[in-house]
């Protein structure tokens, strides 16, 4: 018997075997929960149903988070198939890679939106629409990294989505939390992801933490996975309104997250 054996949730960002939320997807799946996975256009559903499949997930649909007929529709469909949800994780992100390449300063109006959009906004309108699914004991948890917090070398407008998206957590979990549904965020370090890529100096910034770190590492998908199970979980029934760090430790060390 796993700890979410008996629930069923959605998966929200799957991209690849390489993403953060592959990761949460097997540790779930272990751990015993029925699973749903969305994706994003005909070349991602490509990669992503064998990994559905892969994973057992009973439900895979469309899902563009810019969309509100799509995010209504997707929703709908998820209600028809389970008639109702335990929880949900939401590891979506995006913003221009000229925006993540240029100096913050340079930031414009367009990207901004873009970025706060799809990497925060999302966040509180799959809650919306997941939360009417949901009864008490209901969790929903999302990703976030530690550019919320610190100026973080080429993470720029990312960091500042990040920043918003743990804002949005707690305000989500004071309204929620009077339906008896809790929220959470994940602050993992590192990791080698598709998105992950269009961070420049990207490799510079993983060796830089794992020397930073109280481990002297950096973590896995597996260790990211195992800690969202948790905060899923029963087990992590009165945790609600935080940002659970996994990095190894890093983010109370002295260590500076910029590259050198």
Request: aromatic share 8%; net charge negative; proline share 2%.
């Amino acid at each position: 018997m796993g700890i979410l054996t008996g629930k069923k949730g959605l998966i929200l960002g799957v991209a690849n075997d390489k993403s953060i939320a592959w990761g949460v997807a097997q540790a779930c799946k272990r751990e015993g929960a029925e699973i749903g996975f969305n994706y994003l256009g005909d070349m991602m559903e490509k990669r992503v149903r064998p990994l559905a499949e892969e994973a057992g997930a009973t439900f895979i649909e469309p899902l563009d988070v810019s969309d509100d007929a799509q995010m209504d529709a997707f929703f709908a469909k998820v209600e028809q198939h389970w008639g109702m949800l335990d929880f949900m994780v939401h590891s979506i992100a995006f913003a221009n890679k000229d925006a993540l390449r240029s100096r913050f300063s340079e930031t414009t109006r367009a990207d901004f939106q873009f970025a706060l959009d799809v990497s925060a906004y999302s966040f509180i309108a799959c809650a919306q629409r997941a939360a009417r699914l949901m009864s008490p004991g209901g969790s929903m948890v999302t990703m976030s990294y530690l550019g919320a917090v610190r100026a973080v070398p080429n993470y720029n407008v990312m960091g500042v989505a990040k920043a918003a998206l743990e804002a949005s957590t707690r305000y989500l979990a004071q309204d929620l939390g009077r339906d008896g549904i809790r929220v959470n965020a994940l602050s993992a370090g590192p990791i080698r992801t598709l998105a992950a890529s269009a961070v420049g100096d990207f490799c510079k910034l993983m060796d830089k933490s794992a020397r930073g770190s109280m481990l002297g590492r950096n973590v896995s998908q597996d260790e990211v996975g195992n800690a969202t199970a948790f905060l899923l979980s029963d087990m992590a029934s009165g945790i609600s309104g935080e940002v659970h760090y996994v990095d190894a430790g890093f983010h109370v060390g002295a260590g500076d997250p910029g590259v050198e």
